[in-house]
Every structure is written in C-alpha cells, then in structure tokens.
C-alpha cells in the first residue's frame, strides 16, 4: 500500500493559480495511476483528474477541463494538479488517490492522503 500526502494548498484570489502536490511513499509509485478529487462542504466528492503509470495518459472531469493539469514525475515519486483560472467554487478540500487499477483511481478507490485545502476568493 502506498501512502500519500498532498502539499501546496492555500489561499488565491479568483483567477489565480495553485500547484499542488502529492508526493508517494514506497519505491513502487511507478506502478500507481494516480488521481486527484475535491471536496466541498456539504457535497460529494468529485473526481478532478487521473494519469497512468507512465504519465502517457490522462482523463479529467468536466469541471476542470481546459483549466486543471495532472502530471507526475516517477523520479520525485509526487503527482501534481496545476490548476489555473481558480474560481471560486473550486474551494474544497482536495486529495489524491492511487491505485494497481487505473480504472479504481478514476471510481475514487485505493488508497488516501490526508488532504490539502484550497480557498479562492472572489
């Protein structure tokens, strides 16, 4: 099981930029698709992004499409979400997840960081 812990969240105003990062225990995190969900109070959590073991492909929710980039460098064992043209429903606490199976990261299983919050003001 690999064990994660998200970095870079804050507070920007709208229209701004974040980069957040997920940075992976353990010497296998090659091995792990990785994604990137939020959530807000009082709301379910949504899938933002997912990448594939090597980074060759992608998927990403409609929310974010166009504005929010996933990558990951496999040397560094950390994933990132660049996220620009912030607004302000995209406040929410946002979490990465990984998992063998990149179809489980993409449904929201396999294993948890603890989160890091994200706050756009208007």
């Known amino acids: 099981q690999v064990q994660l812990v998200e970095s870079g969240g804050g507070l920007v105003q709208a229209g701004g930029s974040l980069r957040l990062s997920c940075a992976a225990s353990?010497?296998?995190?090659?091995?792990?698709?990785m994604g990137w969900f939020r959530q807000a109070p009082g709301k379910e959590r949504e899938f933002l992004a997912a990448?594939?073991?090597?980074?060759?492909?992608?998927n990403y929710g409609d929310s974010v499409k166009g504005r929010f980039t996933i990558s990951r460098d496999n040397a560094k064992n950390t994933v990132y979400l660049q996220m620009n043209s912030l607004k302000p429903e995209d406040t929410a606490a946002y979490y990465c997840n990984a998992d063998p199976l990149f179809q489980t990261v993409v449904a929201g299983g396999g294993s948890w960081g603890q989160g890091t919050q994200v706050t756009v003001s208007s």
């Open positions: 990448i594939s073991r090597s980074g060759a492909s992608t």
């Open positions: 353990g010497r296998t995190f090659g091995s792990y698709p």
